[in-house]
């Protein structure tokens, strides 16, 4: 299956982002069951990552704000991968999935610019110089400027959070690492 020269690594870089047509509304529970199938098959070399873009906006429902999160193409996943007959196979007979998108059932990779539009980052794990209780300052998005103390930090879900003083009360928030600074 893989030769035994060929690193992860290198694997990873001839990978191309391909797009799936789900069910509307099934894109989380396609991408934990691809993930899954992955795992289990020990396809880790061939499938690398999968991901349901979203965006996150803050809503105003009778005076309070509160962060929420939607999907920025509802019934689509995107999937790094090399396309094999097996690959192919484990993400096509997914349930939930309809199919690749392309002509016939042949999958196209989206091109780098298409990538970069979608907002997809390589997973590159950051590292990160704070532990529990440490004040930090939120440096992007809707928490912008605010300062407040980390409760917890993820590094496998590349997650802090963090408690601001928000409307007079302590407020946790969970932000990703590039968005925090230490103090």
Request: aromatic share 8%; proline share 4%; hydrophobic share 35%.
């Amino acid at each position: 299956m893989v030769d035994k020269e060929e690193t992860r690594q290198e694997r990873a870089k001839k990978a191309k982002w391909y797009v799936v047509h789900t069910y509307s509304g099934h894109e989380n529970k396609v991408k934990a069951n691809i993930e899954k199938m992955v795992e289990n098959r020990g396809m880790v070399d061939d499938i690398f990552e999968v991901a349901v873009p979203t965006e996150e906006y803050v809503e105003t429902k009778s005076g309070k704000k509160k962060v929420k999160e939607r999907k920025l193409f509802p019934g689509y996943v995107i999937i790094k991968m090399i396309v094999n007959d097996e690959s192919w196979y484990l993400v096509r007979n997914t349930r939930g999935v309809t199919g690749f998108v392309g002509p016939g059932s042949k999958p196209i990779p989206l091109s780098d610019e298409e990538v970069k539009a979608l907002g997809v980052q390589e997973t590159i794990v950051p590292s990160i110089d704070l532990k529990e209780s440490d004040a930090v300052k939120v440096t992007s998005g809707p928490f912008e400027n605010f300062m407040g103390t980390v409760d917890s930090i993820n590094l496998e879900k590349k997650k802090i959070k963090v408690y601001v003083s928000m409307f007079g009360r302590e407020t946790l928030l969970e932000l990703d690492f590039d968005q925090v600074e230490k103090l």
